[in-house]
DNA sequence: CTTTTGTATTTTGTATGCAGCATTTTCTGT
DNA sequence: ACAGAAAATGCTGCATACAAAATACAAAAG
C-alpha cells in the first residue's frame, strides 16, 4: 500500500520535453511495483500493465484516495501514474463494470457514492452469500484446506492481541474469501468478491470500539469451530449473524 | 437482434480509401440503431458509443455469433463494427469486468468457455439470490408493480400459446429481472443480472421439449400467484424449484 | 525427416493528435 | 450593477500513429 505513495507525490511538474523516454521509465517503476515474489508453481508471468493499473486504482478508490464523487482527471491522473490516457481509460472502464466507478457520458467517470442503504443492501446479498458458502464448504472442502483457513484465523487472533487493526482487517477479508473460495463453486466467488471489493472502502473506514471488536472475533472463533465440524447448519448461522452484526458495526459509520 | 447483420455482413473489402468519412458515417449507422423509442421521463440522453459497443458485444456473444473461445481480433471487429480500435478495446475490458470474455496478456481477449459445472454453479447462487429477491419483493413491492409483472407474464403466456419461443425466452428473462428489481436491492439486482448475462447464451441454446416447456410455463404460473398474494415463503420456495428444474432443463445441452 | 533458429508479418499495447461538448469567463447592452 | 450572450478554456471521446510482442514461415542444421 505505501509503496504507491511515491509514484503518486513526485508529480505535477510541467516537465513534458523527452516525455517517452520519462514515461517508459515510470511505467517500469509501476511495473516493478507488482512483481510478486511467488515461488508458486506455473511460469512467472509478469503482471500486465492493465491489471496493475486497475489493482492501483482500486487501492486508491478503497484507500480513500479518491474520495466518492470525486471527478476522474484522465489527464492528471495519467501524469501521476505515469501512463498515457489510454490505458488509463481501459482501467476505468474495467472498474466502472465492477461497480467501483460511474461513468458519465460526456464527462468521464465519478467513483461511485454509497448511500447507508446501499451498504446495508449489499451486506445482505454478502450475508445471503456466505450462507451459501459455508454450507457447500463445510461439505466439499478437504481437511488441508481447512487447516489453511485455521492458520489464517490463529494469525488473525495474534493481530488482533497485538491490536494491529490494519493486519486483522486484512487476514479478516482474507479467511471471508477463503470460505468462498472453499465452495468450490467459482460464480459464488466472483460474486463475493465483487461485493467484499465495494465493501472494502466502507469497512476499512469502520472503526469498532474494543467491545464490538472482540466480539467480532468470538464470532470468527465460533466459524472456525463449525467449519472444522463441518457442521454446516451453525456455519451457516455463525455467517449469517456475523454479517448482521457487521452492519450494526458500520452503520453509524456510513 | 436481427439489425444488427447488415453492420457486420457489409464488410472485410479492403476499402480504406477516405476512412473518416466512411467510417464516420457507420458509426451514425450504429447509434441510431440503439435509440430507443422510449417515451419515459427524463431527457432523450442519446447512448453513448460505449455502452452501444458493450451491447452489441454481448449480444454477438449471447447469440453465438463469436463462440466461446473466439479471439475477438481487435482490428477486424472494429473495422465490421465501423469503429476503431480505441473504444472497442475500452468495451472489450468492460466485458472482461463482467465475466463474458477473458483477457490473455499480449494476447488479446477470447470468449471465455462455461464448463457444466461453471453453469451448474452460476444456477445455483443465481437460485439463492432469486429466494432472496422473492423474499423481499413480497415485502416492499407496489401493487402496480406487482401488476406490471402480472403483465408481463400474461403476455408471456400468449407467446407460449402462440409457439413464440424468442419472445417468451425474452420475457421469461424479464420477468425474472423484474422480481430482482422489486426487492429494491440494487446490489442484489446487479449480481442478478450479471448472472443472468452470462447465462443467457446457455439457456439461448437449450431448447427444451413441449413437456419440459409447459411445466416450466406451469411454474411460472405458481409464481406469480404467490407474488400477488404476497406469499415470500412460497414465491422463495417456487422460485428456487424453478432453478432447480432449470438445470435440469439444460443440463444435456452444455 | 525432424528440429531449431532466424526473419517477416501480424496483432496487441501504448502514446498522441484532433474534434466536439461542457463549463466558465468575459464582454455587451440595458 | 446586472442579465444574457458570446467567446475561451479544459476535458472527454475517438481516431490514428508508433512500439513491442507474438505468431507464422522459411531456411539450415542435426
Redesign the pocket.
Known amino acids: 500500500m505505501t509503496e504507491k505513495a511515491p509514484i503518486q507525490s513526485d508529480v505535477l511538474k510541467g516537465e513534458?520535453a523527452r516525455?517517452?523516454e520519462a514515461?517508459?521509465r515510470?511505467?517500469n517503476e509501476i511495473k516493478s511495483l507488482e512483481q510478486r515474489p511467488v515461488g508458486g508453481p506455473g511460469p512467472i508471468r509478469r503482471t500486465?500493465?492493465?491489471d496493475?493499473?486497475v489493482g492501483h486504482l482500486r487501492d486508491m478508490i478503497i484507500e480513500g484516495n479518491l474520495p466518492p464523487g470525486t471527478?476522474?482527471?484522465?489527464?492528471?491522473?495519467?501524469e501521476q501514474l505515469?501512463?498515457?490516457?489510454?490505458?488509463?481509460?481501459?482501467a476505468?472502464k474495467y472498474l466502472a463494470s465492477e461497480g467501483l466507478v460511474e461513468?458519465?457520458?460526456?464527462?468521464?467517470?465519478v467513483v461511485k457514492r454509497f448511500s447507508a442503504k446501499d451498504v446495508r443492501d449489499m451486506l445482505t446479498v454478502l450475508q445471503t452469500l456466505e450462507e451459501l458458502a459455508g454450507r457447500l464448504a463445510c461439505e466439499t472442502a478437504t481437511d488441508a484446506e481447512i487447516a489453511e483457513v485455521r492458520a489464517l484465523h490463529d494469525e488473525m487472533v495474534r493481530r488482533y492481541e497485538a491490536g494491529d487493526r490494519m493486519q486483522y482487517y486484512k487476514l479478516n477479508q482474507e479467511i471471508h474469501t477463503a470460505i468462498a473460495r472453499l465452495s468450490r463453486n467459482a460464480a459464488l466467488a466472483d460474486m463475493h468478491a465483487m461485493l467484499q471489493t465495494r465493501l472494502k472502502r466502507i469497512r476499512f473506514i469502520g472503526h469498532e470500539g474494543p467491545e464490538k471488536w472482540a466480539a467480532a472475533v468470538a464470532e470468527h472463533q465460533e466459524m472456525i469451530a463449525a467449519l472444522e465440524a463441518r457442521d454446516e447448519v451453525t456455519l451457516s448461522e455463525v455467517l449469517g449473524r456475523h454479517l448482521t452484526k457487521a452492519w450494526e458495526r458500520v452503520r453509524e459509520a456510513v
Chains 1, 2 share one sequence.
Do not use: N
Open positions: 513534458t516525455r517517452s514515461q517508459t515510470q511505467m500486465a500493465l492493465h496493475t493499473l471527478r476522474l482527471h484522465e489527464g492528471q491522473l495519467g505515469g501512463v498515457s490516457r489510454t490505458p488509463l481509460r481501459e476505468i461513468l458519465v457520458p460526456s464527462r468521464g467517470a
